[in-house]
């Protein structure tokens, strides 16, 4: 059916190239951004093979393989696709991937569900992959010189992938997690509760987490950090190299789902369509610009 207003202006802010377009850029030696402006996309090079951490949607797959190839990449290369989860801002260039590159596509059992179901919104449609590396906690994929640790960490929904690997700058090697569903636009006390458990364990196995590198940019900050990354001196520190400030924001996320479980246990809690509105327009853009 028609989308409601807001869902809909929200739709022609996604669907906005001047709004969404990023330049690629790279992160640390093995590690580039490839996303757009509000849902992020990762590419890791291991030296024999390249892995894609999210495959955005609709038009932005073509932007994506653009990306890949304007930093001198062939997406041939692309060995593995790990989807965070399964919605379609995610998982949506999946199929693409898989069918012109043979790419292997990596979700959890109930991630490839919702990958595959269809959508509530037909605007959330997602060319379907053919059901491929299906991911349990605690799997570990290597390619080349990284290792790439997975953890379901359900609550965004129930099959959320949040991704441990390493990122290079020169001699120093530097722990990263991407965190796979932050956001808390979902309802129901018993799957905020799940969430704030997923959560309590990621700050159980922090503590060599230096660099997060989120599904969406702005829950780490990204682009902030790389316009401090294009002024480094070769002798400074690594701006994307934080971890009091990954330890931070996990604190905050718990925070925030507790104030939401409170809510959902007395009654006032917000549609998750409102709290998913609010969450995106209190994200200040960053502008990017070319220095």
């Known amino acids: 059916g028609p989308l409601p207003p807001p869902l809909s202006a929200l739709w022609q802010s996604w669907d906005n190239h001047k709004q969404q377009y990023v330049k690629p850029f790279q992160i640390f030696d093995n590690i580039y951004y490839v ?29 994506l393989e653009r990306n890949i190839r304007q930093l001198g990449f062939d997406p041939a290369q692309i060995k593995y696709v790990i989807n965070t989860h399964g919605h379609f801002d995610h998982a949506g260039g999946s199929a693409h991937f898989q069918k012109q590159y043979g790419a292997q596509i990596v979700m959890t059992e109930e991630d490839w569900q919702i990958a595959l179901a269809e959508p509530d919104v037909p605007l959330f449609y997602i060319p379907t ?67 704030i458990n997923s959560y309590l364990r990621l700050q159980s196995i922090q503590d060599d987490i230096e660099v997060s590198l989120p599904n969406h940019q702005a829950m780490g900050r990204v682009f902030e950090r790389h316009d401090r990354l294009k002024q480094r001196d070769a002798a400074a520190p690594h701006p994307f190299v934080d971890q009091a400030s990954y330890r931070a924001d996990i604190a905050i996320f718990i925070n925030n789902a507790r104030r939401k479980l409170a809510k959902e246990q007395d009654g006032t809690a917000e549609d998750p369509s409102a709290a998913l509105l609010r969450a995106i327009s209190d994200t200040p853009k960053s502008i990017q610009t070319e220095q």
């Open 129 to 195: 992959p053919k059901r491929d590396i299906v991911a349990k906690d605690g799997d570990k994929i290597a390619v080349g010189d990284n290792e790439f640790s997975l953890y379901n960490t359900p609550g965004h929904t129930n099959g959320v992938l949040s991704i441990r690997y390493t990122a290079r700058d020169g001699d120093n090697a530097h722990t990263v997690m991407t965190l796979g569903g932050v956001g808390l636009n979902f309802s129901g006390a018993e799957r905020t509760e799940t969430y």
């Open 35 to 63: 996303g757009i402006d509000w849902v992020s996309a990762y590419l890791v090079d291991t030296g024999s093979g390249l892995v894609l951490i999210d495959s955005l949607y609709g038009k932005w797959v073509a932007t």
